[in-house]
């Protein structure tokens, strides 16, 4: 599933400062109702170990958890996240395309 990926250069001290917002934006981006079977996979392989593992991460991604009725009897959760880290994310990803499309002969 990992072929043919797009990389960006960047120093090791980038790297690491945004490790936190790349972790947090892709738990909200694998939780949407919208995900495909390979992002909940995903979600469920790393994404529940981890929230198990570090119990202050769910309180990083996730601002306020509510659960909803619904008029037929069922439950839908809401979740609101951190949208300021997850759009740092979104930058960086759309720049990194800009990047590969206007230099693509750079090493």
């Given at each position: ?12 001290e980038?790297?690491m400062?945004c490790?936190?917002?790349?972790e947090?934006?892709?738990?909200v981006?694998t ?7 390979l ?7 790393k994404?529940?170990?981890?929230i198990?593992?570090?119990?202050g991460?769910?309180?990083s ?6 659960v909803?009725q ?13 949208a300021?880290?997850?759009?740092r ?19």
């Open positions: 599933m990992r072929r043919n990926l797009i990389t960006v250069p960047a120093c090791d980038h790297n400062k490790s936190k917002d790349d947090v934006a892709a738990y981006i939780l949407t109702d919208k995900t495909n079977e992002g909940a996979d995903q979600f469920l392989k994404g529940v170990r981890a198990i593992g570090n119990k991460l769910i309180d991604i996730f601002k306020k958890i509510e909803h619904l008029p037929g009897g069922g439950q839908v959760a809401t979740v609101e996240f951190d300021e880290r997850v759009e994310v979104m930058d960086r990803i759309a720049g990194g395309l800009f990047f590969q499309v206007t230099s693509p002969s750079y090493p």
